[in-house]
């Protein structure tokens, strides 16, 4: 199916089962831990052996020698490999990093050696006793040191490296009121639950791995450049995974290393990476020092905008794409992004959710707030005086659609914006200082060519196939639920099987367009399956009606399962998407509203209430929504005020490499929720006129907590996270 001219009535529409608050139909295998997750997946005549990486003990140099005969004479151990067995290993597309060191050590923790052995607590034991001598080289390990000379990034990314509209500097220069400031954002890890883990097994020159990865197409394409095999020789088995936030996008150590060692020992090898691993040798959110620069008329209009940011990552990596919030989200004439990239020996910076606008908003929009403030505007009514209707880059490109202000009025008028003291330090309840602050949200609104298998048996069971993933999003259920509205019957009467690369082709779980693009594929399979069915009835399909397990043309009404009774209905179909995103800017939009109580003596900071409201299309299921949304949430506060991956500057290495020194958020922590969707559909984007919602979410909640902290005292912290040791000396008097 070509979907290439805006999406008009069809069978969605009906809204009978897509659009409901459905429970997630995989919900009681994961609340009786039956969902097979990758480190789950058991066969007993398979003679699994277990793998255990040995990470490098230095962030920069070579290996010089290796003692292994301590560690090959342990008790159970199979099969050591290394550099010097492992046979020549390239790389992916999209991730930079080598998943052994081969002689070269390129970051802390890189796999130097991985032990496998009859059970996990001998590889264990035997990867403690291999020896490393290595010649050290020096690093670099401090990205503020590179500030001044950090080039431009070079061009590749999912964001231009620099972009202009009009003269910025003279426009700045000339602006009545203007805000420069420097913002900073620390190295993030993703610190999903599930663990990196696989289980790789050979049958010959075929591969086969159960394992964690939320894009199989990628994966195959990555592993397959990896190992130097063709992609049409593996299989990847994902149907569960526990959290990824895009560090399981592709191809990671576990996978690489365990096909390796599975090659190597002849026989299948199980293999999770230890947490701190995870933290060292997997990709993270990679810090960011961002310079905003806001020019505006004395009533509040911007005429100059600049958006400066600078990250840090391995030789040929790419940069963070802090300034692609900045290009859409505001009118102004004269405009500048700017991305830098410097060149650092930690472990690999990459995608995490919301990459780009997630760190990019922590800068931006406080500096919205500031200039609000310079102004004395109302940040709600600063925002909505600057709305666009057309990209701001390119003036001719109309939003496909827009609904921010809405978001923005809704947003106050549900919160309560109108209480809110605009004075910092004059709200008091008891000990805390009270302050309200907001934010916008932004993400773009991605999709992709997406296929699917759906089959129908006698008994009116509907089959849906696509390799699409489950990262704990719903994706399931809206499969299943596309099906069920398309084929009219209950949700009962549709199975959803996901996550093996032998099925149907999407672009998976990542960048916000899972749920649009594999729903319209779904779609498009299901178009062909009533086509199909109608024909075995004597229909025409343009008349048939399809409801209640029925379908109906004229006066003559057939049980759906009656067109499969001489044998199962197969088919299977891609939907492509025509140049709609060449003719409309396609976003989607939002605002989040805290309130925030701050100690007066202590300055511990704790969030009262928050307030998401999201404009992002048709809204399949707006319990799943929600849990997204929400999740982000959660993630925001993290950002926000206690997630940080802590550099040791001198030996190059994450220190707080797991879940006891690394902080995020639990549930006293966090207080009830409130999400609101906007009623939009968007014609443009697919037969379902849906869009992606899971990282709008996110984009944005930092920066309105670290407003609402100004609100409450008065103390504005530009690095984040938003620690007490940064309040403290300019908190105001507790008297």
Avoid at 117 to 122: H, M, V
Avoid at 513 to 539: I, M, N, P
Avoid at 564 to 576: H, L, S
Avoid at 690 to 697: I, M, N, P
Wanted: aromatic share 6%.
């Amino acid at each position: 199916m070509k979907f290439d001219t805006p999406a008009g009535q069809n069978p969605i529409d009906q809204m009978k089962v897509v659009g409901q608050p459905l429970d997630r139909v995989e919900g009681p295998l994961k609340t009786t831990g039956t969902a097979p997750y990758a480190y789950d997946w058991h066969d007993p005549d398979a003679a699994l052996a277990y793998g255990v990486v040995v990470g490098a003990g230095i962030a920069k140099g070579r290996i010089a020698s290796m003692d292994l005969a301590a560690a090959k004479a342990a008790p159970g151990v199979v099969a050591i490999v290394t550099h010097e067995n492992a046979g020549p290993l390239g790389r992916g597309e999209f991730y930079v990093q080598r998943f052994l060191a081969a002689p070269e050590v390129e970051h802390y923790h890189q796999a130097v050696a991985v032990v496998v052995a009859e059970s996990f607590e001998q590889a264990r034991a035997a990867a403690a006793l291999v020896r490393v001598d290595y010649v050290r080289a020096d690093g670099r390990f401090d990205l503020a040191a590179q500030d001044g000379t950090a080039p431009v990034a070079p061009p590749g990314g999912v964001a231009p490296p620099e972009t202009r509209v009009g003269d910025f500097e003279k426009a700045f220069a000339a602006a009545p009121v203007t805000v420069e400031a420097t913002y900073t954002t620390p190295d993030q890890a993703h610190a999903m639950m599930e663990p990196h883990a696989t289980i790789a097994s050979w049958d010959g020159d075929r591969l086969t791995c159960h394992t964690a990865i939320q894009q199989m197409n990628w994966g195959l394409r990555d592993l397959a450049a990896t190992l130097g095999i063709p992609k049409d020789r593996i299989r990847l088995v994902s149907p569960y995974i526990g959290g990824g936030f895009g560090g399981k996008g592709t191809v990671q150590t576990d996978l690489a290393l365990a096909a390796v060692a599975a090659r190597l020992a002849k026989r299948p090898v199980k293999l999770a990476l230890q947490r701190p691993m995870m933290f060292n040798a997997t990709i993270h959110r990679p810090a960011t020092l961002q310079r905003i620069w806001i020019g505006a008329t004395r009533d509040g209009r911007i005429t100059a905008i600049g958006h400066d940011s600078l990250s840090g990552n391995l030789p040929g990596g790419r940069t963070e794409p802090a300034t692609l919030c900045t290009r859409p989200l505001y009118a102004g004439a004269d405009r500048m992004t700017r991305l830098r990239l410097a060149v650092l020996d930690l472990a690999e910076g990459n995608a995490m959710r919301a990459p780009g606008e997630a760190p990019g908003m922590m800068a931006l929009e406080v500096a919205m707030d500031e200039m609000a403030e310079k102004l004395g505007l109302n940040p709600v009514a600063f925002r909505v005086l600057n709305d666009t209707q057309v990209d701001p880059e390119r003036p001719n490109i109309p939003f496909s659609t827009r609904p921010f202000v809405e978001c923005l009025h809704t947003g106050a008028e549900r919160f309560g914006w109108d209480r809110r003291v605009a004075k910092p330090a004059s709200v008091r309840d008891g000990r805390w200082w009270v302050g309200m602050g907001m934010a916008s949200a932004v993400r773009a609104a991605k999709i992709a060519k997406s296929g699917a298998r759906v089959r129908l048996d006698g008994r009116g069971i509907v089959t849906v196939e696509t390799d699409m993933t489950d990262i704990g999003t719903g994706s399931y259920t809206i499969v299943a639920q596309t099906a069920a509205e398309m084929m009219g019957v209950g949700l009962d009467r549709v199975i959803a099987r996901l996550g093996d690369s032998d099925f149907p082709e999407t672009p998976g779980s990542g960048g916000q367009q899972g749920a649009a693009s594999v729903t319209a594929g779904v779609y498009a399979a299901c178009e062909k399956l009533r086509e199909a069915v109608a024909q075995r009835l004597g229909f025409n399909s343009a008349e048939a009606a399809f409801a209640d397990g029925m379908v109906r043309s004229g006066n003559r009404a057939v049980p759906l399962g009656q067109a499969a009774a001489q044998g199962d209905i197969v088919v299977e179909d891609t939907i492509a998407f025509g140049d709609f995103q060449k003719r409309f800017a396609q976003q989607t939009f939002g605002a989040h509203f805290v309130e925030v109580g701050v100690d007066a003596d202590t300055g511990e900071i704790r969030v009262r209430r928050m307030l998401a409201v999201c404009g992002a299309g048709r809204i399949l299921n707006p319990k799943a929504a929600r849990s997204q949304v929400i999740g982000g949430m959660t993630m925001g506060v993290g950002a926000a005020l206690m997630e940080e991956m802590a550099v040791d500057r001198r030996r190059g290495f994450f220190v707080n490499h797991d879940l006891a020194g690394y902080e995020v958020p639990v549930h006293a922590d966090i207080p009830h929720l409130d999400v609101h969707f906007i009623d939009e559909v968007d014609p443009t984007m697919s037969p379902l006129k849906a869009k992606g919602v899971g990282e709008l979410g996110l984009t944005g909640v930092a920066p309105a907590i670290a407003n609402a902290v100004y609100n409450a005292t008065g103390v504005r912290v530009r690095d984040y996270p938003i620690t007490l040791d940064k309040l403290l000396d300019g908190m105001p008097n507790a008297a």
